[in-house]
């Protein structure tokens, strides 16, 4: 009778043994898992943090530019520069020197 009963203790500490090697294994598995994840977040939010402020400059240049097609002196400067365009009664002077 006692050699069933420590036969059965053996059993169940060995089960024990195993169940607690799992378990721990289990958890380790899933603390890196964890740890992987939260590297992963850290990266998209520095990523994000990137373009968050290259949206921000590309976005206040855009309003610079709105600003510059809407005013009628970028519009008269291109107008003259580009095609000759004049106002009425101005005289062109063209230097015919090369300097």
């Known amino acids: 009778m ?3 009963m420590e036969k059965g203790r053996k ?3 060995k089960k024990s043994v195993l169940v607690t090697a799992l378990i721990c294994a289990v958890a380790a598995w899933l ?3 964890l740890v992987g994840y939260i590297f992963d977040i850290r990266l998209a939010k520095e990523e994000l943090a990137a ?4 949206y921000d400059r590309i976005s206040a240049s855009n309003e610079e530019l709105k600003l510059l097609l809407s005013g009628d002196d970028y519009i008269e400067r ?3 520069d580009k095609y000759g365009f004049i106002l009425p009664g101005e005289e062109v002077f063209i230097d015919i020197s090369g300097n």
């Open 78 to 80: 291109i107008a003259r």
């Open 51 to 54: 373009a968050q402020g290259q």
């Open 31 to 33: 603390l890196f898992q």
């Open 11 to 13: 059993a169940k500490g």
């Open 2 to 4: 006692e050699k069933r």
